[in-house]
């Protein structure tokens, strides 16, 4: 599901917003993800409700949340790549898990 391809780093993208954002979030929670997560959640709400993709395909949302959306990975203040792939299964999972009661509020 991940493209490694579209793996971001700092040099070409300092402008994307969510770019901006991950390496904020990151930086201010380095122990624990939470952050992130709720950031990643946060766009792909916003992405449910912005895409023109049939919302009941829920893998097929989710496949183009990580083709038009997502940085898959940073470089921290360290100069070290950090990925968050883990964080981003994580909220899959919740969405995926969660899907009835999601689509029941995004319609309403």
Same mark, same amino acid.
């Given at each position: 599901?991940?493209?490694?391809? #579209? $793996?971001?780093?700092?040099?070409?993208?300092? $402008?994307? +917003?969510?770019?901006?954002?991950? #390496?904020?979030?990151? *930086?201010? %929670?380095? #122990?624990?993800?939470?952050?992130?997560?709720?950031?990643?959640?946060?766009?792909?709400?916003? &992405? &449910?409700?912005?895409?023109? /993709?049939?919302?009941?395909?829920?893998?097929?949302?989710?496949?183009? &949340?990580? *083709?038009?959306?997502?940085?898959?990975?940073?470089?921290?203040?360290? %100069?070290?790549? /950090?990925?968050?792939?883990?964080?981003?299964?994580?909220?899959?999972? +919740?969405?995926?898990?969660?899907?009835? *009661?999601?689509?029941?509020?995004?319609?309403?």
């Amino acid at each position: 599901m991940f493209d490694e391809e #579209k $793996d971001i780093n700092a040099e070409e993208n300092n $402008d994307n +917003l969510l770019f901006r954002q991950l #390496k904020f979030f990151y *930086e201010k %929670g380095k #122990k624990h993800n939470n952050y992130i997560k709720a950031l990643f959640l946060h766009h792909l709400l916003d &992405f &449910f409700k912005e895409t023109n /993709v049939d919302i009941n395909n829920l893998e097929l949302v989710l496949e183009k &949340f990580l *083709e038009k959306k997502i940085t898959f990975s940073i470089m921290d203040s360290e %100069g070290k790549e /950090v990925n968050f792939k883990e964080e981003l299964n994580d909220i899959f999972q +919740l969405i995926r898990r969660d899907k009835p *009661e999601l689509l029941y509020d995004i319609k309403s």
